[in-house]
């Protein structure tokens, strides 16, 4: 059985790509490269600039007010760049199905696979689970993948800083 490539691999890609936006063409090649993306197109300046149109879009789902919104907005991605389902056996490494033309540049690649990719991982995992970091000034994207689906950090890192913040709070106030 071949795993699927759409999906919480391509929502970690994409929210790392929105959360430090990559500022030359060579940079997205290699961080696509280092996320498991091979690479079959020189990478050029388009290609940037349509995967910063892609991020831009995507964030408006990240930052939607409720299901149907974010719904409406992923559909809206997915009719501007989803191509019709493919069987295919590239590299030998079994057949499977892509979303996608393998002939597309890295811009258009990516718009296709963040917009189904989101889309498969959202429907089977829940509408609820992508979204931005809960500590106040960190704005971080994250697919939250906590089995119980009630993530509401980036990081251990943050949790441990608003749990700190919240103690200094109820010490302050004379809970103890």
């Known amino acids: 059985m071949h795993l699927n490539p759409y999906g919480e691999e391509v929502v970690n890609l994409a929210a790392d790509l929105a959360n430090r936006r990559p500022e030359t063409a060579g940079e997205l090649a290699d961080r696509c490269r280092a996320a498991g993306l091979v690479l079959d197109h020189p990478v050029g300046p388009e290609d940037l600039g349509r995967t910063l149109e892609a991020l831009d879009a995507w964030e408006k789902v990240v930052d939607a007010g409720g299901e149907e919104e974010r719904a409406g907005l992923l559909n809206g991605m997915l009719a501007a760049s ?18 996608r033309d393998d002939r597309l540049p890295l811009g258009a690649l990516l718009a296709q696979l963040i917009s189904v990719g989101t889309a498969l991982y959202l429907s089977g995992r829940g509408m609820h689970r992508l979204r931005r970091c809960a500590v106040t000034g960190c704005a971080t994207i994250f697919a939250d993948t906590s089995r119980t689906g009630r993530q509401r950090y980036c990081s251990g890192r943050c949790a441990n800083r608003d749990a700190v913040r919240r103690h200094r709070a109820r010490s302050a106030g004379g809970g103890d």
């Open 82 to 99: 989803a191509g019709h389902p493919r069987l295919t056996d590239h590299a030998g490494s079994g057949w499977h199905l892509h979303y």
